[in-house]
C-alpha cells in the first residue's frame, strides 16, 4: 500500500492558525481534514451577565476586520428582542458601516492574501517591486474602507457610535461629500481587479454544497443589512432569521477546535460567501458592478468555490459605488428621521440580528431578562458555517489533482489557493 500525507501545517496568509491534512491511499483519497487549532475565545459566554449597552463592543472583538458587522448585527439582536424600530438615515449609516468592512476585507484579502498565489510570490511585498501603482492602490482601497469605517463609526476598527437605535455622532454634509469622491473616484480601481482575478486561471470544479445568503425583500439593493429573510439558493429555501436555529445546525468535530455547520432540514454542507451573495442577488447589483460581472462571465449559477475572489471584486465595485450614492443622500438630507437613538423600552426578550459580513451570512442571538441583560448569546460566523462545505470542496479538488496525477507540492499549492478563496477567518470560527 502506497500512502502519501500532503500536509499544511500553519496555513499561510489566512486569519488565523490552522492546518490542512489529506492522506491519500493508493491513488484514492482517504481523509481530508481542516485542523483549526486556535483554543475557543469564549465570546459567547463573555458577554452573559452584561447590559445590552455593553454586548456589542464586546462582540465586535470577535473580529478585527469584520468588527463593524458584529456590531451592527448585535444591535440587531438587541433592537429585535426589544421591539424598537429605527429610522432610514439610522439604516444608510449601518448600510455604511458594513460596506466599509468589505472594503477592508476585500482588499486585503485579494491583495494580500489570495493574489500572491497567482503571481507565484510569497507575499504581497514582490508586487511593489512589479507594479508600484497597482500595490499602492491595493493599499489605498484598504485605507479608504478604513476612512470610512472611522468617519461613520468613530473608529476604523471596533466602532464606538453605532449604538442601540441609532448613532451618537454624523459626520458634516461637507465631509459626507468628501468621501463620496473618493468612493467614486476609486471605481475604476475596483473594475480592474475584477478584470485582474479573472484572468487568473483556477481549477474547474463544482461545490456539491448548498449557498447561503441574505434575501433582499421588495425593491431593495444587492441586501447586506436590513432583511429578516435568508436564503439556501440552490435548495430554493427561505426562512425567517428568527428560526435560524431550525434551519442551521452547528456541530462539532474531533479534528477542529471550531464548531462546524449544516443544513438540519437535510444535512448538506453549504458556503456563506460573496460568491453565495452573487447567486442569490446577482439582479440587485449596481450597475457598474453588474456590467463589470456581466463582462468576465459571472452571474448566476455560479458554483465553482475558487470564483469567490471574482465575486469579492465585483463586490467592491457595488460597494464603493453604492456608498457614493448613499453619502451623497446623507449629506443632502434625504433619508426620513434622525439617526439619534430612538426612545424605547427595556424588557426581556429574544432577538436574532442578520447581516451579511464580508465573508458571509453573520447570525446573532441573544436572550435578554427584564433588566436588560444578556440570559444567552449565540453567534453564528461564516467561517464556521463555511468549514464543513471548504473540507468538502478539498476533498474534491483533491481527487481531481490525484486523478490528474499531480505532486505533492502542485496539490498543496493548489489546496491553498482553494482554502484562501474561501477566504477564511479562523479566529472568528472559535469565536
Known amino acids: ?175 459626507y461629500r468628501a468621501l463620496a469622491e473618493k468612493l467614486t473616484a476609486a471605481i475604476p480601481f475596483a473594475e480592474q481587479t475584477v478584470d485582474l482575478f479573472h484572468s487568473f486561471p483556477v481549477p474547474q470544479m463544482e461545490t456539491a454544497g448548498d449557498f447561503l445568503a441574505m434575501e433582499a425583500e421588495g425593491d431593495a439593493a444587492y441586501p447586506v443589512e436590513g432583511s429578516c429573510r435568508a436564503r439556501f439558493v440552490r435548495a430554493g429555501r427561505s426562512f425567517d432569521v428568527a428560526d435560524v436555529d431550525d434551519e442551521i445546525e452547528e456541530y462539532r468535530v474531533d479534528h477542529a477546535a471550531a464548531e462546524f455547520s449544516r443544513m438540519r432540514a437535510t444535512g448538506s454542507t453549504f458556503m456563506c460567501s460573496a460568491l453565495s451573495r452573487l447567486n442569490a442577488s446577482w439582479d440587485r447589483l449596481s450597475k457598474r458592478a453588474k456590467i463589470a460581472a456581466a463582462k468576465v462571465g459571472l452571474r448566476p449559477p455560479a458554483y465553482n468555490p475558487m470564483l469567490n475572489n471574482v465575486a469579492q471584486a465585483i463586490e467592491l465595485v457595488d460597494a464603493l459605488e453604492r456608498c457614493a450614492s448613499l453619502c451623497l443622500r446623507l449629506a443632502d438630507d434625504e433619508f426620513e428621521g434622525s439617526s439619534a437613538p430612538v426612545a424605547f423600552e427595556v424588557h426581556a426578550g429574544v432577538g436574532v440580528g442578520f447581516t451579511e459580513a464580508p465573508r458571509g451570512s453573520l447570525f446573532h442571538k441573544l436572550e435578554l431578562d427584564d433588566d436588560g441583560r444578556i440570559v444567552h448569546a449565540s453567534i453564528i460566523t461564516p467561517t464556521s458555517e463555511n468549514l464543513a462545505n471548504l473540507e468538502a470542496d478539498t476533498r474534491l479538488l483533491a481527487e481531481q489533482l490525484v486523478a490528474a496525477g499531480a505532486c505533492a507540492d502542485e496539490a498543496k499549492a493548489e489546496i491553498a489557493k482553494l482554502v484562501r478563496a474561501y477566504d477564511p477567518c479562523l479566529s472568528c470560527s472559535v469565536h
Open 1 to 175: 500500500m502506497t500512502t502519501t500525507a500532503i500536509k499544511m501545517d500553519h496555513l499561510a496568509r489566512v486569519e488565523g492558525h490552522g492546518n490542512v491534512h489529506v492522506v491519500i491511499e493508493d491513488g484514492r483519497v482517504e481523509t481530508v481534514e481542516m485542523n483549526i487549532v486556535e483554543p475557543s475565545r469564549l465570546f459567547e459566554s463573555m458577554v452573559r451577565g452584561r447590559s445590552y449597552t455593553e454586548s456589542s463592543y464586546i462582540s465586535s472583538r470577535v473580529c478585527g476586520i469584520c468588527s463593524a458587522s458584529h456590531v451592527v448585527t448585535d444591535l440587531l439582536a438587541i433592537e429585535h428582542a426589544f421591539g424598537i424600530q429605527v429610522t432610514d438615515r439610522t439604516r444608510a449609516l449601518r448600510e455604511l458601516l458594513v460596506y466599509g468592512s468589505f472594503l477592508q476585507n476585500h482588499a486585503t484579502h485579494l491583495y494580500v492574501l489570495a493574489a500572491p498565489d497567482y503571481l507565484r510570490k510569497r507575499s504581497i511585498f514582490p508586487l511593489a517591486e512589479m507594479d508600484r501603482s497597482l500595490f499602492d492602490q491595493a493599499l489605498g482601497l484598504k485605507a479608504l474602507g478604513n476612512e470610512l469605517c472611522n468617519k461613520v463609526g468613530g473608529r476604523s476598527i471596533h466602532p464606538i457610535t453605532a449604538v442601540v437605535g441609532g448613532f451618537t455622532h454624523e459626520i458634516t454634509p461637507d465631509e
